[in-house]
C-alpha cells in the first residue's frame, strides 16, 4: 500500500473497462449511452476504440502526470450489448490492449452479454481472445416482466444461451437480475432469482430498478401510466433475495452483488476500492491517481479527437483531498466490511476528527441498528443498506 496524502490507495494493478456503445434495440428503463447502429458504425467506432487504447499508452495527461501501474490484471468489456460484436472484433479490441500494456496472465477479462445476441461460435470465439468471465443481462425470467422491460430476449434465450456459454468453457458467469419493476411482485421475483440460481452461476448482480430521466419508464411515469412499486414492496424483495442466495452460498460481498466464494469481480471491485482503472470509448470514465477523466458522449466528436490524434476527454477533474475521501468512505461502505479507519485517514481517531461534525449523526445510526462503528472501522448493517444513501450523504 501507498499513502497519497490521508487516503491509502491500493497498490495493486490497473483495471480497464472498454465501452461499447451498441444495442438492438433501446430498454424501457435505460439510461446507458448506448443505442442501435449499422456494421460501418460500429467498424468505425471500434477503429477509434483500438486508436484511442493507443493514445492513451503514448500520451502524457493534459491534467498532469497520468502514470499508474502498467500491470492491468481487469479488463471489463461493458457496454451497451458488447455481444452484438463479432469475436474478432473483440480479439481486435484485446490484442490493442495486449499489445499497449501489460495484461497479467491472470487477468480477470469480462464481457456484458445479452441473451438472443450469442451463438456457439461467438462463445467460443470470446474464449479463444481471452474472455473468461460473460456477464449475462438476464433482469428476469418471467417473459411477460422481459416484455415490460423492452428487452430484446425470452427466458428460454438465458437458458439456452446460459448453457452455450457453459459448452464453450465459461466457468466464471454473472447473470444480472433485476427486482422491484413496475407491475412486479414479491413471489414473481423470487421465481426468477431461483431460476437464475438453479442454473449454478458463480455470480449474481441483484440490484434495483432506478427511474432515469429520459428513459421511456421515466416519460411513463411523469405521464402517470407507470407506478413504481411500494417502498416495503421494493425493500422486502431486496431482503429476501439477499437473504436466499445467502442460504444458497453466495457470499454477499457488495450492495447488489454476491458471489460464489473466490469469484467476487475483481474489475467492479476496484471501483469500490478507489483503485485505477482507464475507461475507453463513447462516455467512459477513468480514475488514475485521483484524477477522474470523462469521456465526450457525442459519438461525432468523440470520432473525430481520436481520428485527429487527440484523447476523447471531455472532463478532466483532479479530486481535492476532501473528494478522495469522501469518495473512499462512500465507495467502501458498499462492500460488505466496509471502510476501514487506517486506510482512509490513518486512525479511528483521525477520522473521528475530521469528520467530528457529523459523528453524532453516525452514533445515532448506530444505536438505531443502522450502523457498526468498531475500533477499526465502519460497516453498514442489512437494515443500513436501506437508508445507505442518506448515511452515505453525511460524508459528501
Ligand atoms: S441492453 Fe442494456 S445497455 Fe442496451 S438498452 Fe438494454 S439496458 Fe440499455
Same mark, same amino acid.
Given at each position: 500500500?501507498?499513502?497519497?496524502?490521508?487516503?491509502?490507495?491500493?497498490?495493486?494493478?490497473?483495471?480497464?473497462?472498454?465501452?461499447?456503445?451498441?444495442?438492438?434495440?433501446?430498454?424501457?428503463?435505460?439510461?446507458?449511452?448506448?443505442?442501435?447502429?449499422? &456494421?460501418?458504425?460500429?467498424? !468505425?467506432?471500434?477503429? &477509434?476504440?483500438?486508436?484511442?487504447?493507443?493514445?492513451? &499508452?503514448?500520451?502524457? =495527461?493534459?491534467?498532469?502526470?497520468?502514470?499508474?501501474?502498467?500491470?492491468?490484471?481487469?479488463?471489463?468489456?461493458?457496454?451497451?450489448?458488447?455481444?452484438?460484436?463479432?469475436?474478432?472484433?473483440?480479439?481486435?479490441?484485446?490484442?490493442?490492449?495486449? @499489445?499497449?500494456?501489460?495484461?497479467?496472465?491472470?487477468?480477470?477479462?469480462?464481457?456484458?452479454?445479452?441473451?438472443?445476441?450469442?451463438? !456457439?461460435?461467438?462463445?467460443?470465439?470470446?474464449?479463444?481472445?481471452?474472455? /473468461?468471465?460473460?456477464?449475462?443481462?438476464?433482469?428476469?425470467?418471467?417473459? /411477460?416482466?422481459?416484455?415490460?422491460?423492452? #428487452?430484446?430476449?425470452?427466458?428460454?434465450?438465458?437458458?439456452?444461451?446460459?448453457?452455450?456459454?457453459?459448452?464453450?468453457?465459461?466457468?466464471?458467469?454473472?447473470?444480472?437480475?433485476?427486482?422491484?419493476?413496475? $407491475?412486479?411482485?414479491?413471489?414473481?421475483?423470487?421465481?426468477?432469482?431461483?431460476?437464475?440460481?438453479?442454473?449454478?452461476?458463480?455470480?449474481?448482480?441483484?440490484?434495483?430498478?432506478?427511474?432515469?430521466?429520459?428513459?421511456?419508464?421515466?416519460?411513463?411515469?411523469?405521464?402517470?401510466?407507470?407506478?413504481?412499486?411500494?417502498?416495503?414492496?421494493?425493500?422486502?424483495?431486496?431482503?429476501? $433475495?439477499?437473504?436466499?442466495?445467502?442460504?444458497?452460498?453466495?457470499?454477499?460481498?457488495?450492495?447488489?452483488?454476491?458471489?460464489?466464494?473466490?469469484?467476487?469481480?475483481?474489475?467492479?471491485?476496484?471501483?469500490?476500492?478507489?483503485?485505477?482503472?482507464?475507461?475507453?470509448?463513447?462516455? @467512459?470514465?477513468?480514475?488514475?491517481?485521483?484524477?477522474?477523466?470523462?469521456?465526450?458522449?457525442?459519438?461525432?466528436?468523440?470520432? %473525430?479527437?481520436?481520428?485527429?490524434? #487527440?484523447?476523447?476527454? @471531455?472532463?478532466?477533474?483532479?479530486?481535492?483531498?476532501?473528494?478522495?475521501?469522501?469518495?473512499?468512505?462512500?465507495?467502501?461502505? %458498499? #462492500?460488505?466490511?466496509?471502510?476501514?479507519?487506517?486506510?482512509?485517514?490513518?486512525?479511528?481517531?483521525?477520522?473521528?476528527?475530521?469528520?467530528?461534525?457529523?459523528?453524532?449523526?453516525?452514533?445515532?445510526?448506530?444505536?438505531?441498528?443502522?450502523?457498526?462503528?468498531?475500533?477499526?472501522?465502519?460497516?453498514?448493517?442489512?437494515?443500513?443498506?436501506?437508508?445507505?444513501?442518506?448515511?452515505?450523504?453525511? =460524508?459528501?
Amino acid at each position: 500500500m501507498t499513502v497519497n496524502n490521508t487516503i491509502v490507495r491500493p497498490s495493486g494493478d490497473t483495471g480497464i473497462y472498454i465501452h461499447i456503445p451498441f444495442c438492438t434495440q433501446k430498454c424501457n428503463y435505460c439510461g446507458f449511452l448506448s443505442g442501435p447502429a449499422t &456494421a460501418k458504425e460500429q467498424d !468505425a467506432y471500434i477503429n &477509434a476504440l483500438v486508436r484511442e487504447i493507443g493514445l492513451v &499508452a503514448d500520451l502524457p =495527461f493534459t491534467g498532469g502526470e497520468w502514470r499508474t501501474s502498467p500491470r492491468i490484471d481487469s479488463v471489463f468489456i461493458g457496454g451497451g450489448t458488447p455481444s452484438l460484436l463479432d469475436a474478432s472484433d473483440i480479439g481486435r479490441i484485446l490484442a490493442a490492449v495486449r @499489445a499497449r500494456y501489460d495484461v497479467a496472465e491472470d487477468a480477470e477479462i469480462t464481457i456484458e452479454a445479452n441473451p438472443a445476441s450469442l451463438t !456457439a461460435d461467438k462463445l467460443s470465439g470470446y474464449r479463444a481472445a481471452g474472455v /473468461n468471465r460473460l456477464s449475462m443481462g438476464v433482469q428476469s425470467f418471467d417473459d /411477460n416482466v422481459l416484455r415490460i422491460l423492452g #428487452r430484446i430476449h425470452t427466458a428460454e434465450d438465458a437458458v439456452r444461451d446460459f448453457a452455450l456459454a457453459r459448452d464453450a468453457g465459461f466457468d466464471n458467469i454473472n447473470l444480472d437480475l433485476m427486482f422491484g419493476i413496475p $407491475g412486479t411482485d414479491v413471489n414473481g421475483t423470487m421465481a426468477s432469482l431461483r431460476q437464475a440460481v438453479s442454473l449454478g452461476p458463480e455470480h449474481i448482480s441483484y440490484y434495483g430498478l432506478q427511474l432515469e430521466e429520459g428513459t421511456r419508464f421515466w416519460a411513463d411515469f411523469q405521464a402517470g401510466r407507470l407506478n413504481e412499486i411500494p417502498e416495503e414492496t421494493d425493500r422486502e424483495m431486496y431482503h429476501r $433475495g439477499r437473504m436466499y442466495l445467502k442460504d444458497q452460498g453466495y457470499v454477499h460481498y457488495e450492495i447488489s452483488n454476491f458471489a460464489k466464494p473466490g469469484f467476487q469481480s475483481r474489475h467492479n471491485s476496484k471501483y469500490w476500492g478507489m483503485a485505477d482503472y482507464y475507461g475507453f470509448g463513447l462516455g @467512459a470514465s477513468s480514475y488514475i491517481r485521483g484524477t477522474r477523466v470523462v469521456n465526450t458522449g457525442d459519438m461525432a466528436d468523440y470520432l %473525430r479527437l481520436v481520428s485527429a490524434g #487527440r484523447l476523447p476527454q @471531455a472532463d478532466v477533474y483532479v479530486n481535492t483531498e476532501r473528494d478522495d475521501i469522501a469518495e473512499a468512505v462512500f465507495t467502501g461502505l %458498499r #462492500r460488505n466490511f466496509g471502510i476501514r479507519f487506517e486506510d482512509i485517514l490513518g486512525s479511528k481517531e483521525q477520522f473521528y476528527d475530521y469528520y467530528k461534525s457529523i459523528i453524532p449523526r453516525l452514533e445515532d445510526f448506530e444505536r438505531s441498528g443502522h450502523l457498526l462503528l468498531t475500533d477499526e472501522g465502519i460497516t453498514l448493517t442489512n437494515l443500513g443498506i436501506d437508508v445507505s444513501n442518506q448515511i452515505m450523504a453525511l =460524508f459528501v
